[in-house]
């Protein structure tokens, strides 16, 4: 970088901050090909706005001040008019600081509008307001966090009436998500690109500590997913899980477990396009009356893509990490092969093969009848395992493709704590 820098002129050290693309993370970069909405999603404080404005700036400059650009009429829209103005322009990602002086609009306060050297000119508009975008019309437009527009729907519809200049008119939607159905359905349309950062990844922008504390406070919760990480959490009608009930299932300290399972549902094929191997561990107190037995997820060590040796020794690391007692594996599809892959790593594992004889709902019905009753505890970080939990519902299998980690979770507490079979005597208590 510095040999780099040192090769350059006076004029091109000057105009190297105003050059986007050269500081630009992956997700602030327009994705390439046809496409008319564009959405960056993405935790608080991942740099979602810088990228919406130097969006605006790229449609409407052209090659000189005064030249024009792609735009020339766009759409800001905002919650309410005093965001739109106090974050997306005069902010400090907004548009005024991210422009040159040379091209540096001018904010008519009055007019509720910015105008370029070159004559474009961008509107203010609330989404408290959605009548205001009956009338005028643009060929760009930036809606800036539409997971919280009071009235995102009819907002939105309005905005896409107006969106009618030029050839191709585009918009962008910079927003942390929430499960609101406007932004569900513009994330479902075909015309639709995604990008998508978590807040760690503008960490050298973000103050450490500011880092530190949220994530020690929201780290592993479903609050946490949507607002840090960015990720749309979804609540699915007649789900045996949700979200809410997760987070209260959560802890930090793991109690003595006195057993310890690591379960496994192998995919069907081994390419990288197949189904994940789901890899879960679990470990329970077992003491006592068996109706106050407590479980903890401990781990989900699945993995993706892995040939039966990489998926078996994943399973069995998996069992040296935690010390378990036992491997349990689903044979629906792989029969005796899948014993035989386990034993060629390790011919002495305590092993356990099990066979689905009804659907992946009824399995899973006592277990999440544990979670009911309380006594099944999650570790933090289990945030992909507890997307396909919150997608099983009453009906079967919501999701796409195959629930494997939820698979594992279920063999493994079935095997713990639903029916313990092959469990004899009283192991020794460890303690993690």
């Not at 205001?132 to 009819?154: I, N, T, V, Y």
């Not at 609101?180 to 990008?195: H, M």
């Not at 189904?275 to 009356?289: K, L, M, Q, S, Y």
Request: aromatic share 6%; net charge neutral.
């Amino acid at each position: 970088m510095t040999e780099f820098l040192g090769s350059l002129d006076e004029n091109a050290l000057l105009s190297l901050p105003w050059i986007f693309e050269f500081w630009a993370l992956p997700h602030q970069i327009p994705p390439r090909g046809a496409w008319k909405t564009w959405v960056i999603m993405g935790g608080r404080g991942a740099g979602k706005t810088r990228a919406g404005a130097e969006w605006v700036r790229a449609e409407v400059e052209g090659a000189g001040p005064n030249d024009p650009g792609r735009s020339r009429r766009v759409a800001l829209v905002g919650e309410t008019v005093d965001q739109v103005r106090e974050v997306m322009i005069l902010g400090e990602s907004g548009i005024l600081a991210c422009s040159p002086p040379d091209r540096r609009p001018e904010w008519h306060a009055s007019r509720k509008m910015l105008e370029w050297p070159n004559g474009a000119v961008a509107q203010v508009f609330s989404a408290h307001d959605p009548e205001s975008l009956r009338g005028p019309q643009f060929d760009a437009a930036w809606a800036d966090e539409l997971g919280k527009w009071k009235k995102g729907g009819e907002t939105w519809d309005q905005l896409q009436f107006a969106l009618r200049l030029g050839k191709t008119p585009r918009q962008v939607v910079t927003t942390t998500p929430r499960n609101v159905g406007v932004l569900k359905a513009i994330l479902k349309n075909p015309s639709t690109v995604i990008t998508h950062a978590p807040t760690e990844a503008n960490r050298a922008y973000l103050a450490e500590s500011f880092l530190t504390e949220v994530q020690a406070r929201f780290g592993g919760t479903s609050l946490g997913r949507q607002e840090l990480e960015g990720v749309l959490v979804e609540e699915v009608a007649g789900a045996l899980w949700s979200m809410p009930q997760l987070d209260g299932a959560r802890l930090d300290v793991v109690p003595e477990l006195t057993r310890i399972v690591v379960a496994v549902d192998p995919p069907v094929t081994s390419h990288k396009s197949s189904d994940e191997c789901g890899i879960i561990v679990v470990g329970a107190d077992t003491r006592g009356d068996p109706r106050q037995w407590r479980a903890v997820v401990l781990e989900d060590a699945s993995v993706r893509g892995a040939s039966p040796e990489g998926w078996a020794r994943a399973a069995l690391a998996a069992m040296d990490r935690h010390k378990a007692d036992r491997l349990v594996a689903e044979v629906n599809q792989g029969g005796d092969l899948v014993e035989r892959v386990v034993r060629m790593i390790d011919p002495l594992v305590p092993y356990r093969a099990v066979h689905a004889t009804r659907s992946k709902m009824l399995r899973a019905e006592p277990v999440a009848a544990l979670y009911e009753q309380g006594r099944v505890a999650h570790v933090r970080g289990l945030a992909k395992l507890e997307a396909q939990m919150c997608q099983m519902t009453v009906t079967g299998w919501t999701g796409g493709g195959s629930p494997d980690r939820l698979d594992a979770l279920v063999w493994a507490l079935t095997e713990l704590m639903v029916d313990p079979a092959g469990q004899v005597g009283r192991p020794m208590v460890r303690s993690l």
